[in-house]
């Protein structure tokens, strides 16, 4: 994964949620947060103006395996004490993307400009937390242990629509031998906060994924011959339906610069 | 599945888990226990003398998914309360088998008269409960659908030897597609008492299974394009070990002529 940034000398794992966040605050982080405070979840971050936010909800109930909700702010109010008792989400992110008609128009360090009376946080579970779950059992990752993005890809799956909030599903793809593809069923399905179980497994053209070397989001990984394709939901599809929508306004990290909670992944475990 | 006696008429499904093993000890039943008493849990039975009893505990305790133990008797005992107040071990079961050397001698309906002071009964689960599990969550099995007995399969994969007994696992094989597959996965994971989670899925070869087509018990079943063979660990593996050990006698079940338990499937979930 990119390192960070250089001026700042995080320790790496060992920082906690509350360093993270207050680093990003100050500008002394504008990076990724894979790897910093490792023992905590960390969050997709998306805001919008009250008048989309209900339909927004109704996107993430009706999809919750690639939008599960950790968190969603009251009108108007950057905090979330449920995941961290100083969050400010209008700073605490190392970078955004601001988005007005669909178009990425800049990537700030900072949104306290842009933060409105009617605006709506909403923060989504990430894969994160599940890979911590994977790697502490002894299950090897390959895009962790070469250092890249997952593979992420657009699906012939279809989102159920709310008000203009459509699309494909996306997914992220882990190759793992078959006993450790059954493993992994067992342990993310422990999850569903961070999209849970896979929703495929086996041959891509099934869900509509025509090449497997060539993912639209990430990095492509090599499948080898003792190995299946592990597919799960993805947190970039609430970012696809985002741009899609074109709405005036909206507001979301900048890739892998996520939102550090105070909270630790065991506390998502559901059994 | 094979009918049951036509001399006798139990309802189907309804009948109550005594009624069968009352019928199997008067005589009246000696047919498969395939879909009587549907609700409840089905048994694969095992009976030795007590020098060996110690050696196949430990085989089933080191192979706990072919082997899941639901009980064992007291040495010289043919009763087993935990698994239903009533039964006769010797006599409950509608067919047995009695091997001599390793090889097959009798196929009895009742085993009293082979009973003696120092045998030991052990009682293994068997699959019909989480397919029971799989069927209640409209996962269709095809075997069950055609009338045919599960595919059946030696793999490359060894046991975990203790004393004579030891070989390779052996795998049932259901085809089911992904979502369905991974849905399994979790369901069959609260039932570590009837093998639990599948051992394998995708490509046979890699478990040593070199043609889908011939499985070496059972029927054969087609597995479609868009489908998976999935492979759970199957009560034949100690029948197996049992052959291959040619102790000089040792009694099991005839196949498809289970012990039928009291026990209902849902008190076997772990969850």
Known sequence: MPANDESISLPTGASSAREVRQAARAGRLSGHTSGLASAHVQGNLVILPQAYAGDFLRFCQANPKPCPLLGVTEVGDPSLPALGEDIDLRSDLPRYRVWRGGELVDEPTDVRTLWRDDMVGFVIGCSFTFEHALLAEGIALRHVAQGRNVAMYRTGLQTVPAGPFSGPLVVSMRPLRAADAIRAVQITSRFPA??????????????????????????????????????????????????????????????????????????????
């Open 194 to 271: 961070v999209h849970g179980a896979p929703v495929h497994l086996g041959d891509p053209a099934l869900i509509g994924i025509r090449d497997i070397g060539r993912p639209e989001y990430g990095d492509a990984v090599e499948v080898m011959p003792d190995e299946l394709p592990v597919f799960w939901a993805c947190g970039v599809t609430p970012q696809a339906a985002l741009a899609a929508a074109r709405l005036p306004l909206a507001i979301t990290h900048a890739p892998g610069a996520m939102l550090v909670t105070d909270l630790p992944h065991h506390r998502l475990a559901a059994l």
